[in-house]
């Protein structure tokens, strides 16, 4: 366990189904971040948040929705999503600049 | 948008041996991380070399930076097959939107 737990591991869901995953860190850390993470693509970041406040949105489509209720947790809702948003998707955590990221060991999210 | 790129793409190896590979970015950076990912799995920080530090060490692994010609080399000594793993480089421009390559896959053979 890296101090970066991520729920649920697997997903499958249909393009009509709403879902959401789930992070959480109790590493201190001030700084969470979502990344997606589809095969022969660099991680592309999706949203940032910074003491619990959102500093990125990095052009993600409105299907998918953070919530950070705290500086520990951090969520993605999901809801009609196409197939080609199956991927990997990676939660983070950092102390801010400077530091190194801690990542979960990601959702692998399958569109049918 | 992509800020690191990683050379080369693929790289196979016998145990034993060193394998290197390089970072190229584009704009000036706060500081240069690399990161390994076992297939699938999350990433895993490696070494973080700030800006104003041109080489730094940690176990058996040794990172140099280039600021002048905005490059960065992870070189791994005396690889295991656990080192089998992708290598990403990634750059801080201070502004938390951390952004990775497209990353090197390292395939250590026993």
């Known amino acids: 366990e890296t101090g970066v737990t991520q729920t649920p591991r697997h997903l499958v869901m249909g393009m009509t189904n709403k879902k959401s995953l789930k992070c959480e860190q109790h590493?201190?850390?001030?700084?969470m971040y979502w990344y997606k993470q589809s095969a022969k693509k660099p991680l592309e970041l999706m949203f940032v948040?910074?003491?619990?406040?959102?500093?990125e949105n990095n052009s993600v489509p409105s299907r998918f929705s953070p919530e950070c209720p705290n500086s520990s947790h951090l969520f993605l809702h999901l809801h009609t999503l196409q197939p080609e948003d199956s991927a990997l998707y990676l939660c983070?955590?950092?102390?801010?600049?400077?530091?190194?990221?801690?990542f979960g060991s990601g959702t692998r999210l399958t569109v049918v | 948008s992509q800020q690191g790129e990683e050379d080369p793409q693929a790289l196979s190896i016998q145990e034993g041996e060193n394998a290197t590979m390089n970072c190229s970015y584009k704009?000036?950076?706060?500081?240069l991380q690399w990161y390994r990912q076992n297939s699938g799995r999350g990433l895993v920080h490696l070494i973080l070399?700030?800006?104003?530090?041109r080489e730094k060490h940690s176990g058996r692994l040794r990172v140099t930076l280039d600021t002048s010609k905005k490059s960065s080399s992870l070189l791994i000594t005396a690889s295991r097959a656990a080192d089998t793993a992708s290598y990403f480089c990634?750059?801080?421009?201070?502004?938390?939107?951390?952004?990775f390559g497209a990353g090197t896959t390292v395939t250590v053979r026993a």
């Open positions: 983070a955590s950092s102390q801010g600049h400077n530091y190194g990221y801690t």
């Open positions: 590493l201190g850390h001030n700084a």
């Open positions: 948040y910074s003491l619990e406040e959102r500093v």
């Open positions: 704009t000036s950076i706060n500081n």
């Open positions: 070399i700030r800006s104003n530090e």
């Open positions: 990634a750059t801080d421009l201070n502004d938390y939107k951390l952004s």
